[in-house]
């Protein structure tokens, strides 16, 4: 009888077994991303439920922000770096979907993000996008509106290269500038809209807070963020 054969998934796992991204070790639950130990040491933080969070107070004084929050802390060297490393850089979309899922459950279980009316990513550069195939961000964002139950939108934002009137300044400004600004593409999409921002790592907030001002100048709009590490 076909029963008593092992489903070739878990022969495959036999012979291959799942390593951890964060650490390498064995993942032993066939259905979990994580090893046991990442799944419950990692350093998690409890922003989703924290009001005036770490997080939030990075934009203080910058913008208005509605409700922040990081799923981990990250740190140079650690497993949350690893993480990072492989959604960034290793092809590993369906890791950066899980995670973005992981992410979403904390957000659902906080009220602070139940009226998010989009949940967008930050867009990566077009240059960068043709070389790397996928945007991380967008596979998070993907993840994490899959649990709340809101609209993805991928289309909201566009990244530019501001031209004009740069020629004083001086090249690591001027290069700061090119990556770090961005337009509205389409204002009606987001009238009136509660939009959650997502991006893959939050250290300085000056990437998020390019993306949000443009947003916040559409008229009854609101952000929030959420990213998959928050840098300590
Ligand atoms: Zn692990």
């Known amino acids: 009888m076909l029963t008593h054969f092992l489903p070739w998934q878990d022969l495959y796992r036999l012979f291959f077994p799942a390593l951890c991204p964060a650490c ?4 032993l639950a066939p259905k979990s991303i994580l090893c046991p130990t990442c799944h419950l040491e990692l350093p998690y933080t409890r922003q989703a439920t924290e009001a005036d969070n770490a997080f939030c107070e990075k934009f203080w004084g910058r913008l208005p922000l509605e409700h922040g929050a990081a799923l981990l ?13 492989k959604i ?6 369906e890791l950066a979907l899980q995670l973005g899922r992981m992410l979403g459950e904390r957000l659902r279980q906080s009220p602070d993000y139940q009226d998010i009316d989009l949940v967008s990513p930050v867009p990566l550069h077009p240059r960068r996008l043709r070389w790397r195939g996928y945007n991380q ?12 139950q809101k609209p993805f939108e991928e289309q909201a934002l566009a ?26 593409k389409n204002p009606d999409l987001l009238l009136n809209k509660h939009v ?3 991006d893959d790592v939050l ?6 807070e390019a993306c949000a001002l443009p947003i916040l100048e559409v008229e009854g709009t ?6 998959l590490a928050m840098a300590i």
Request: proline share 0%.
């Open 24 to 27: 390498q070790a064995e993942v």
């Open 73 to 85: 802390f990250f740190s140079k060297g650690g497993r949350v770096q690893h993480l990072i490393h």
């Open 88 to 93: 960034k850089y290793g092809g590993q979309q």
């Open 137 to 148: 961000a967008a596979c998070l964002a993907q993840g994490i509106a899959e649990t709340l």
């Open 159 to 184: 990244r530019v290269q501001f031209k004009k009137s740069q020629t004083r300044k001086g090249r690591i400004e001027r290069l700061k500038n090119v990556e770090e600004s961005f337009v509205v």
């Open 196 to 198: 959650l921002l997502i």
């Open 203 to 208: 250290t300085t907030g000056a990437t998020l």
């Open 222 to 227: 609101k952000i929030s963020m959420a990213t």
